[in-house]
């Protein structure tokens, strides 16, 4: 299905031809009529189908609507928020609607797009504040502060849209997101957008939504075609390192995205490739908002052959370069598996996702397969073998799993794959404090941010 069949502003179709889009996705034609319709939805897309532009398209003709009705038109220097609300969970993501809403409406006379997130001078988001908005992007934390300090104003929203709504849940927002929707009118359109309406979602979409039409265009299950899947089984962390070396090393490499499991294995990863001569960086959360624009920017740019990213700080990433993305630590949870690899194989590449994973990894290996319905192809890299052999399958245990032990209570819980916490064990000669032994709770906190492109010093 063309744009043109849709039927769109003509300047919002002149601003897709600009871009270079002339056909709709799938999630884009099944979300954006009755989007443009005003109806609430429910909507279920993976990764990279085009879901920002099925938010952002209707949300733009209701702004260019707002234009020519005299009753909805605004002064100039009125201060009354914004007509259209955002909520996303990272500031990346948050970076990636607001490029969009530029893109998409920049024949929309006088559109006024503001983001209010974490890691950003608080001075700039007043003043956006202060003055009359169209579409205000928001990462829930950010924008509760500004609405207990009086500057937001959201008592004219008609719009409110939740971006990957399961992911903001599990970072906590529940009841942010609560508190926000309710101080908006209570006749608004809401749309989410989530992996799964399962469970707290699901819920939170009962609260919110208002005989909500459902959308579901993929599942975690859906074969991914464009994405060649691998899994290299390593011996120790040597190996791994061996592994990683050689993969980076070949020529098939565009640019790679290499995910770790904590920032602490960001930064040192980010340090160790930096030192054979790679162009690499981290990005993590706990980095300021303008060295990760800086980050993303050199990707962009091509300046960086590899990026070292953790899942928070990558979410939202959109750079269709990349052509690997590398596992080198495993994920917490298998559904963020099936939002790493769809950071490669974008706008019609092919991409190749590589997991490199240890004996104890072998669990989570079988619940990401169980959870995508589809076995991971075991791969070797010869002269790289593994010496051991390659895990058998780890079978479910029958009954309710015991109180206060996860799935994979086999082994202690270490969030990067290292040592016990409180333990001081150097595996395979690397330092404490190394990838596999990050600080207590420090999932993805910081470390210690280090300047773009820079390293310490060696000894």
Request: charged share 25%; aromatic share 4%; proline share 7%.
């Amino acid at each position: 299905m063309s744009f043109e069949s849709l039927n769109l502003h003509e300047a919002l179709s002149a601003a897709l031809k600009d871009a270079g889009y002339t056909e709709a996705t799938e999630v884009q034609q099944r979300a954006i009529p009755p989007g443009l319709e005003g109806r609430d939805l429910m909507v279920s897309s993976s990764t990279g189908s085009g879901k920002t532009a099925s938010f952002v398209l209707p949300a733009l003709t209701r702004i260019l609507a707002s234009r020519n009705d005299p009753e909805r038109k605004r002064e100039k220097g009125q201060t009354a928020g914004p007509r259209v609300l955002v909520l996303a969970p990272t500031r990346e993501l948050a970076m990636q609607v607001a490029k969009a809403a530029s893109t998409y409406g920049r024949h929309v006379r006088g559109l006024r797009v503001a983001t209010v997130v974490g890691g950003v001078p608080y001075g700039a988001q007043l003043k956006a504040l202060r003055g009359p908005l169209d579409i205000l992007i928001a990462t829930p934390g950010r924008l509760m502060d500004h609405m207990q300090s009086g500057q937001a104003v959201l008592s004219n929203v008609e719009m409110l849209v939740l971006d990957e709504a399961d992911r903001m849940l599990d970072m906590g927002f529940i009841e942010d997101i609560q508190f926000i929707a309710q101080a908006t009118p209570a006749q608004r359109q809401t749309v989410m957008f989530s992996a799964t309406f399962a469970g707290h979602v699901g819920g939170l979409a009962r609260t919110l939504l208002r005989d909500p039409m459902r959308v579901e265009v993929s599942s975690h299950t859906d074969t991914h075609s464009d994405i060649e899947q691998r899994l290299h089984w390593a011996d120790d962390l040597q190996h791994k390192n061996a592994l990683l070396d050689h993969i980076l090393t070949e020529r098939a490499v565009d640019q790679a995205l290499v995910f770790t499991s904590t920032q602490r294995d960001a930064d040192w990863l980010a340090d160790r490739l930096a030192d054979m001569g790679h162009a690499v960086a981290s990005l993590h959360g706990g980095m300021p908002q303008g060295r990760r624009n800086r980050v993303l920017q050199g990707l962009r740019m091509r300046e960086l052959r590899v990026l070292v990213a953790t899942d928070v700080a990558a979410r939202g990433i959109d750079v269709p370069t990349i052509s690997h993305v590398i596992n080198y630590g495993l994920p917490m949870k298998a559904e963020d598996y099936v939002h790493r690899i769809g950071r490669t194989g974008r706008a019609g590449r092919s991409g190749l996702a590589i997991t490199l994973a240890e004996r104890r990894d072998a669990q989570m290996v079988q619940r990401i397969q169980r959870f995508t319905t589809q076995r991971i192809p075991p791969a070797v890299i010869e002269g790289l073998e593994p010496k051991r052999a390659e895990p058998a399958a780890v079978p479910r245990p029958a009954g309710p799993k015991p109180f206060g032990r996860r799935p994979d209570a086999g082994r202690p819980f270490r969030p990067g794959g290292g040592a016990p916490f409180g333990a001081d064990r150097k595996p395979g000669g690397r330092p404490a404090g190394g990838p596999g032994r990050p600080a207590f709770g420090d999932r993805d906190r910081a470390a210690g941010p280090k300047a773009f492109g820079s390293r310490p010093p060696r000894g």
